[in-house]
């Protein structure tokens, strides 16, 4: 799968535009570009967090950085994550524009009373007198054997919150382009990677080709079912789509990209037409992303749909640390394709 | 900051510490070192997944803290934390099971190598979240002395935890409420690639409990002897004082932070003046010097220390995985949220 600025449908034929890089990049290296990009472009701009200077990044999105901005702008901090999280908030609400590293979404949780008391609030609680430009940029997701307490997907816990934006890009031209976004927003962005897809490689764009939040894309076109998905879930949805083809059923999969503004048009024009609707999440299923795709689209389609949607989440347990047992809990292509199934089951009753 | 530790020769033995204790003391530390690389090189087998911590070059300030105390006595500790099983008598069997992630496992192959737990030999347990343990320690020292028993707790955490807020939080209760905690920082100079001179504004990490009035201070954590005397000092201090303490234990670790880290941000220079003082080889020196065994002895010994991981592996390879229906053990989810295939499908999908 590759990039496409607005609609973009079918595995073959997608094709970088005229501003973009033609070559292949990682999605790793799509961040770096943004970053060094946004970096350039604005003097405001500056990096802090964990081991991202001189160590480059536990997973080396910040290579090369530090050697090339100094250590104003790429700041290392101690293990201090509510300390320099809160940090960047104040620097924000002064005109910077920091993008705080968090080394993986898990230890966002130590800084959560100053995301969730502070940045999502000031703006609204003040006001309007001043916004938060900030980014809070953390890896997620399971699947390495890290067990319960790495291995989290808070997509949903920072959805619920008025006050964020929240960012989930499945391909590099994706991430960079909504990194960039990110970025020049006025508002604290949550960008939620993915550490399973670093090393993901495709097309990206140039230093201003930009991804507005709120606009999904079509990542294939479908007739009987829409699964819609973000991130990883993304390419667990197109593999179970691959799988469905081959028993004559058409799935369409809608990447929203950000979940808060969520891209509901695009989704509800879909299950509109496919009249079915199986939405994929990598977190649990109480109060998830799933859960809330779904009431959205209930209340959009009601009348359209034909069948229950479908849900695909990790089992509601703490992610266990045996292989095959992690295997299990996480949602696989196969589970997914079993909810299209049954889904379209439903209606032939 | 380092000078100081390398300079000066290996403290004293203290007076309260017999031939045998000592002994056994070099056995754990050759234990722990075996059961590293034997771990190590599972790791790079494939047999062992996720995240691996070793504390390769902790040896002494492991086996020195958990030696004096009573096996009674609580301890937490992070992710580095086989050396800390092992020192407390936790199976190697059931460790490098616990590893592969087998049923045969201390944790049933839930935890893996970050979160080993074993209650029966009061080790609460190994966390992941830096710095997410102290305050449970706090907490066990309460439960000490809510129950009048006489107890003690000691936390043991990273240099990098110091910057966790919730240190001093949790300093503060022990001291205000005369908690028999002992706060054990095995300081080894670093938190990931981040050097400590780079991320604590003052390096003498023991100087955090002055605010709290609260005793501390900094020993050679290469130097067994010197790590037993410490936290043998600060245990008597809890259990008859009722006071919490602190104690920074410097030390070095060999290895890079763990599996996954090529460790060429350190330089070679400080890497080799603290290999130097491989804490095996030192304390090797005294257990020879002060005739406590003879070198016969301590050939048997490690010969035997061996054998014991190597039957620790093929304990761990001969276990049974874990049945994907035990996927929700041990934790209330709704009957329609756990498929055996992972996944939560909707009630009534499959109908
Ligand atoms: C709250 C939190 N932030 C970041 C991490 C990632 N991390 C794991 S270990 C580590 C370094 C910790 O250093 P230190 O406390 O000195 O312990 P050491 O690893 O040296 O034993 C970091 C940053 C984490 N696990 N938890
Ligand atoms: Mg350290």
Request: aromatic letters at 8%; a negative charge; charged letters at 20%.
């Amino acid at each position: 799968m590759e990039h496409q600025p607005a609609r973009w449908s079918g595995h073959a034929g997608c094709r970088s535009v005229s501003t973009s890089t033609p070559t292949s990049v990682s999605y790793r290296e799509a961040l770096t570009q943004a970053m060094r990009e946004e970096l350039q472009r604005d003097a405001n701009v500056f990096l802090m967090g964990e081991d991202i200077g001189l160590f480059e990044g536990s997973f080396k999105v910040t290579r090369g950085l530090l050697t090339e901005f100094g250590p104003t702008r790429i700041v290392d901090t101690p293990i201090s994550e509510a300390g320099f999280v809160g940090l960047g908030i104040g620097a924000a609400m002064s005109g910077l524009r920091p993008v705080i590293e968090l080394m993986t979404v898990n230890f966002s949780i130590v800084a959560m009373d100053q995301i969730v008391n502070n940045a999502a609030k000031v703006r609204y609680m003040f006001g309007g007198q001043v916004s938060v430009p900030m980014v809070i940029r953390m890896p997620g997701g399971a699947g390495h054997q890290l067990g319960a307490q790495h291995s989290h997907s808070l997509e949903a816990w920072f959805t619920h919150i008025p006050g964020l934006k929240v960012v989930c890009p499945s391909t590099p031209y994706d991430a960079k382009a909504l990194l960039k976004t990110a970025i020049r927003d006025d508002d604290p962005v949550i960008f939620l990677e993915s550490e399973g897809l670093y090393a993901k490689k495709g097309p990206v764009g140039g230093a201003e080709d930009l991804i507005p939040f709120g606009q999904g894309i079509i990542r294939r076109e479908g007739t009987h079912c829409t699964i819609v998905a973000v991130s990883r879930m993304v390419w667990i949805a197109l593999a179970a789509a691959d799988i469905l083809a081959n028993e004559g059923i058409s799935c369409e999969v809608i990447d929203p990209r950000t979940t808060r503004p969520l891209d509901l048009g695009m989704i509800a024009t879909s299950v509109r037409r496919t009249n079915h609707c199986v939405v994929v999440d990598e977190g649990w299923p109480e109060c998830g992303l799933a859960a809330n795709v779904a009431a959205h689209v209930y209340e959009a389609c009601f009348d359209w749909l034909d069948a229950p949607i479908g849900r695909v989440n990790a089992a509601d347990v703490p992610m266990p640390y045996a292989h095959d047992l992690e295997q299990a809990a996480l949602p696989r292509a196969d589970d997914v394709a079993q909810a299209v199934r049954a889904t379209l089951a439903r209606r032939e009753r | 900051m380092t000078e100081s530790a390398t300079a000066h020769d290996q403290s004293p033995v203290p007076a309260s510490i017999d031939a045998s204790t000592m002994r056994q003391m070099y056995a754990k530390m050759h234990l722990i070192r075996t059961f590293e690389e034997r771990a190590a090189e599972q790791y790079m087998r494939g047999n062992i997944g996720g995240f691996l911590h070793l504390a390769i070059g902790e040896e002494a300030a492991v086996v020195g803290a958990v030696a004096a105390l009573r096996p009674t006595d609580p301890i937490t500790s992070t992710y580095r934390e086989h050396g800390q099983a092992l020192a407390r008598g936790s199976d190697p069997n059931a460790v490098m099971a616990e590893l592969f992630g087998r049923t045969t496992g201390l944790c049933n192959g839930r935890g893996g190598s970050m979160h080993l737990m074993d209650r029966e030999h009061a080790f609460y347990g190994g966390y992941g979240i830096v710095g997410g343990s102290i305050p449970l320690a706090v907490g066990l020292g309460f439960a000490i002395n809510y129950r009048h028993e006489d107890g003690v707790v000691m936390v043991m955490f990273g240099d990098g935890a110091t910057n966790q807020g919730v240190l001093s939080e949790s300093m503060n209760m022990a001291k205000l409420w005369h908690l028999p905690v002992i706060f054990f920082c095995l300081n080894n100079q670093y938190g990931m690639g981040t050097s400590i001179t780079r991320a604590a504004s003052d390096t003498e990490l023991f100087t955090r409990a002055q605010a709290f009035d609260m005793p501390s201070r900094r020993i050679d954590g290469m130097d067994v002897m010197a790590v037993y005397s410490a936290v043998n000092d600060a245990a008597e201090y809890a259990r008859t004082a009722h006071e919490p303490s602190m104690i920074e234990a410097l030390a070095y670790r060999y290895r890079g932070h763990s599996m996954s880290d090529p460790d060429n941000t350190r330089p070679e220079e400080e890497k080799a003046r603290w290999r130097a003082r491989d804490p095996l080889i030192t304390f090797e020196r005294v257990v020879l010097g002060d005739a406590i065994a003879t070198p016969e002895e301590l050939e048997q010994l490690r010969a035997a220390n061996v054998t014991r991981i190597d039957e620790a592996v093929s304990f761990a390879e001969g276990s049974p995985q874990v049945p994907i229906s035990a996927l929700a053990d041990n934790v209330y989810t709704h009957p329609w949220n756990t498929n055996p295939r992972g996944g939560a499908v909707m009630p009534g999908a499959d109908q």
